[in-house]
């Protein structure tokens, strides 16, 4: 069964420091992978996904993340944190069936100035 | 093009008693998904409609229901409400022909049950 663990509930940045959310799934197939995120009051925004192309992939507002089979991880990263990036984030997971998806537990990111 | 719409935004009801959410998919999508989200479980799939047709069923009670209209149109129901029924519900739409790669999520309904 696939799932998704995201390390971590709440990550701390300064402004202009590295971002680094890490989830680590678990899948019984070729997963398809997803980062979304979350601002207050707001559905969720995908930020990024991997479908079996290129490993390393690019999203919005400067996030991308790292598919890496051999860790069974995707985390996602930003080089420079702004404070508009305050949000909670989820991994997700496609279920095998493709037909609905497997979320983490979420990472708050906080970012002080 | 609108978004996904999901009203009302805010519902307090007291146990025992039963909702109705709804949601209007983005013109055009035919696929609409349901999600509860608590911050003890985090997010998780209730249903998906397609074309007024239940396709696919999360690990949820009978009490949770849903149904599309002809217009993809979804509305979700909880009956007999319990105080752990209190969460965001979003609801998704997405294209047709496409997997959850096009999930387009609406900002959600919260539910308080008192």
């Known amino acids: 069964a696939q799932s998704v663990t995201q390390l971590g509930s709440h990550v701390s940045v300064s402004e202009g420091a590295l971002v680094l959310l890490r989830c680590n799934y678990s899948s019984s197939v070729p997963p398809y992978l997803f980062w979304y995120v979350q601002y207050p009051n707001q559905g969720l925004q995908l930020l990024l996904k991997y479908t079996s192309a290129a490993t390393l992939v690019k999203g919005i507002n400067g996030f991308e993340a790292e598919f890496k089979k051999s860790e069974t991880s995707f985390h996602l990263t930003k080089p420079s944190a702004h404070m508009s990036d305050a949000a909670e984030y989820f991994c997700a997971v496609a279920n095998q069936a493709g037909t609905a998806l497997i979320f983490g537990k979420g990472t708050t990111l906080s970012v002080s100035s | 093009k609108a978004g996904v719409t999901q009203t009302p935004r805010y519902l307090i009801k007291t146990r025992g008693q039963q909702v109705t959410l709804s949601c209007s998919p983005i013109?055009?999508?035919?696929?609409v998904s349901w999600y509860q989200q608590t911050p003890g479980q985090g997010l998780q799939f209730l249903f998906e409609?397609?074309?007024?047709?239940?396709?696919n069923k999360g690990n949820f009670p009978g009490r949770f229901s849903g149904r599309q209209f002809s217009n993809s149109r979804s509305e979700m129901n909880v009956s007999t409400l319990e105080l752990g029924d209190s969460a965001l519900y979003l609801c998704?739409?997405?294209?047709?022909?496409?997997?959850?790669?096009?999930?387009?999520f609406g900002s959600g309904t919260q539910l308080s049950v008192l």
């Open positions: 013109s055009g999508h035919r696929s």
């Open positions: 998704a739409s997405r294209p047709s022909g496409t997997t959850n790669e096009k999930l387009f």
């Open positions: 409609y397609f074309s007024e047709t239940q396709r």
